[in-house]
């Protein structure tokens, strides 16, 4: 079974320029979502997913984050203007849906804003 | 700050001898999962345990929880350089601790 799929694996950029993110879940899995993992720290969600539809987004900074997930499969996470303390790794992860499920995560898209 | 608290943040042992970390959280939780981070890779579940349960195991890991403390432990017996990485505790899939660093000595 293919896991999930995150592009691209590294990224490097100035501030204030606008960076993408795709990921790719796993097939079957209606719930997706994007983190923020700072080094050091564990993930921080940024904002999940149920099929297209957004289920919490309350930690995503909505001044220069969005994402979106079309048809409830693939999404992307952009950020616009990037600042430096947006340099961090961003993962993507995918489950079924329900509490006791597990979350499967991507390799993550390390960022770095220069 | 995140719920689950983890303790110690770093624990360095020999190969072979069993590692043990904890867990603190703050609400009320209907589970408890550990999750594995090798060093610039994503998170790996390792397992998961259920309120209304006390005790789990797989393999060379053992879990507990405690709800009347809010605390988990994750035992790893007979450790092996391999299981050198970040080890977090999270009790729901938006709130993640910020881990113990687990380092295993040859």
């Known amino acids: 079974e293919a896991g999930v799929a995150q592009s691209p694996r590294y990224k490097i950029i100035e501030k204030r320029q606008s960076v993408a993110f795709w990921c790719n879940p796993i097939s079957g899995h209606a719930t997706l979502y994007w983190y923020q993992q700072i080094l050091g720290q564990g993930p921080k969600l940024l904002i999940q997913f149920q099929n297209n539809g957004v289920v919490d987004d309350s930690q995503l900074p909505k001044d220069r984050f969005s994402a979106e997930r079309l048809k409830g499969v693939d999404s992307t996470l952009k950020i616009q203007p990037a600042k430096l303390e947006d340099s961090a790794v961003y993962l993507c992860?995918?489950?079924?849906?329900?509490?006791?499920?597990?979350?499967?995560f991507g390799q993550g898209t390390r960022l770095t804003v220069v | 700050s995140q719920q689950g608290e983890e303790d110690p943040q770093a624990l360095s042992i020999q190969e072979g001898e069993n590692a043990i970390m904890n867990c603190s959280y703050k609400t009320s939780i209907n589970n408890l999962q550990w999750y594995r981070q090798n060093s610039g890779r994503g998170l790996v579940h390792l397992i998961l345990?259920?309120?209304?349960?006390r005790e789990k195991h797989s393999g060379r890991l053992r879990v507990t929880l405690d709800t009347s403390k809010k605390s988990s432990s994750l035992l790893i017996t007979a450790s092996r350089a391999a299981d050198t990485a970040s080890y977090f505790c999270?009790?729901?899939?938006?709130?993640f601790g910020d881990g113990t660093t687990l380092t295993v000595k040859p």
């Open positions: 345990i259920r309120s209304n349960e």
């Open positions: 999270a009790t729901s899939k938006s709130t």
């Open positions: 992860a995918s489950s079924f849906q329900g509490r006791n499920t597990e979350a499967f």
